[in-house]
């Protein structure tokens, strides 16, 4: 067999294996291989198809771009093709083409004496949408459709009407008679979550990733549906005009903005290639603090008048390339799934990975979450798999490409013994509680009954533990709190506090100086706040912010640990799941015994007090006995009983006569309050939850206290950037005792963001929105001031 036999094989499979992918992501919207899969398949093909240029055909993918229109929807030409943009994924491929631009614009390439002839380029990023033509006439938006093949696409103007940064009247003045307006429909990261977490609530579709979620609600029959979905459009172009534009794509999207249309607010312009890579570098850097998704950045030659000059290839502009980023996305093969064992004895299985590059990292493991995620994605081993990896979030598999699961895959199953300390493994149950009613039905995790006598839940214990937003206790790395459980010196965290400088002296790496100094950190760790304290003991579903709250509203150690679940869901944010894990932790006899021992071995809290006035006195019989959930009583029927009986004990005593002759109440719920009282267990909880407010102060027969409001109560700050004189949690935690909310993005509500050095799209978000903004001095200054 010749060369080029070889060749035409290969050439023919490689435009079956592109057309097939291509009908999954453009036709159907369920793409499933990753991007990164698809570029190397194309670049395969079309590195052949120069080598062998007698083999090229007009159907050939290379030759034009995406497939074939639905049929469901009508058809639209394009009159100027919609083209797909070349490709660069290393610097070296920007420096060609900007070769490439010069040559073609017959520019001197420079030499020692000089740069030779410039060319200006317009920057953006590249949105990772659909993209679409929207046409107006007169200023009228009068259809809307998407790319296609390029040549068809397929009408949607319909949908489009309902996406709300779409004008369907042009602003202002001076626009063409007819423009058509070229764009990427996208979902924001935000919107994308929200979108999920919808559908998952409703038992519907979730969607994979913002582009399939932005290309699912674009392509609805159905324009209702399109309209209940966070669709954005971002212009970027214009295909036909019947009138004068701007001379520059710059000044030609600033126009499109005056108009009335969204352009990218990263839009820059670039003097040379060089700036063209710092602006890649830039993006590239604050790219997960980008609200939407990109794979890349958009180069176009911005003098409009040399993008005619330079032309078109067969399926793409000359002036024009798009950088793309490492993949996120990359096809590996899942070796074996292995068991973790997590603090709270949570058994997680983690994918062990055929070794591969994603985001320009050696991925070899990747999450799985549970074993419900296990078999929402019918994972088995032996599996090609789809594995995704963003920023520092840990990588994680999207999907198996079941065309290439091999006969001898094998299933995923739980191990029935703890993999670390050999104890039985048993799977959670949920517990729903309602109208005084408990329903049990099986949960996701599956969790090792060990506890602290499993090392690697004391080790992950201890660890979290010490960290810094914890018990802060500096030297105690991963490494040595695995050598104090596995020499038995520590077999608790109160164990830490009996370390001598012997034991520690004797650990592998320490020498004088290192022992004395994490003794040194130990000691100085006794006096944390009663925050941070809670944090640390690791109390499931407890995270900071929810330990904060626990200290500022209840006040002390004493209170947290005896507060009945229905107490604690008084507070803000508390619902009835994470009131009885906190309950349940604080009930369980070792965490008692931990406790004990860390409060005799000098761990003392520093800022106990009493409960917030905020909640004394804050509860209403009403309230109290709508908490009950007695069946059948809304919150009309828990008013008008609270009014006839003035108290629980009345209630509780109320024979049949006294319940049947009042009014406001239903029969139902009449003999559902009787039934509910006399049992004797409910009657008793009853009271023993009353009588427990009583305690707190937060009785509605309670003193009620005088709330002095802090200066910041009710604001919601930002921090972003650097901080120099201060570190971003000391920051925060001034912030919080001032009374604000330290949020993590900025919107219209945020009342002042603080911006250090090195600040990016926040602060941009900020002064487009108008946000009071501060920099680190005058941040400090206003503390002071409060202070």
Known sequence: MTDAQTAAERIAELRSEIEHHNYRYYVLDEPNVPDAEYDRLFRELRALEEEHPQLVTPESPTQRVGGEALTVFGTVKHEVPMLSLGNAFEEQDLVDFARRVREGLDLPAGDLFGDGGKVEYSCEPKLDGLAVSLLYENGQLVRGATRGDGTTGEDITANVRTIRNIPLKLHGTGWPPVLEVRGEIFMSKAGFEKLNARQAELGGKTFANPRNAAAGSLRQLDSKITASRPLELCSYGVGRSDGELPKTHYDLLQALKKWGLPISRELKKANDIQACLDY????????????????????????????????????????????????????????????????????????????????????????LHNMDEVARLGVMIGDTVIVRRAGDVIPQILGVIADRRPSDAREVHVPERCPVCGSDVERTQLIKRSKGRETVSEGSIYRCVGRLACQAQLKQAIIHFVSRRAMDIDGL???????????????????LYTLTYEQVFDLEGFADLSTKNLLASIDNSRKPTLARFVYALGIPEVGEETAKLLARSLGNLERISRALPEVLTYLPDVGNEVAYEIHRFFSDEHNQTVIRQLLERGVALQDEGGVHPEYAASTTLAGFLGKLDIPYVAVTGAKNLAERFKSLDALIEADWLDLSAMKGVNERAKRAVREFFEDPDRSAKSRAIEAQLREFGMHWESERKKVEGLPLTGQTWVLTGTLEAMSRDVAKERLEALGAKVAGSVSAKTNCVVAGPGAGSKLAKASELGVKVLDENAFIAALDAMS
Do not use: C
Not at 483 to 493: F, G, I, N
């Open 477 to 495: 790395g991963d490494k040595i709190v695995e050598q104090l459980v596995d020499r038995e010196l520590v077999r608790s965290p109160a164990d």
């Open 280 to 367: 890649y570098r830039d993006i590239g850097a604050r790219r997960d603090e980008l609200p939407y998704e990109i794979d890349g950045v958009v180069f176009k030659v911005n003098d409009i008048g040399q993008q005619r000059e330079l032309g078109f290839r067969a399926r793409e502009p000359r002036w024009a390339i798009a950088h793309k980023f490492p993949a996120r996305e990359e096809v590996t093969e899942l070796l074996d799934v292995e068991f973790q064992v997590g603090r709270t004895g949570a058994i997680t299985p983690v994918a062990r990975l055929q070794p591969v590059q994603v985001a320009g990292v050696t991925v070899s493991n990747a999450t």
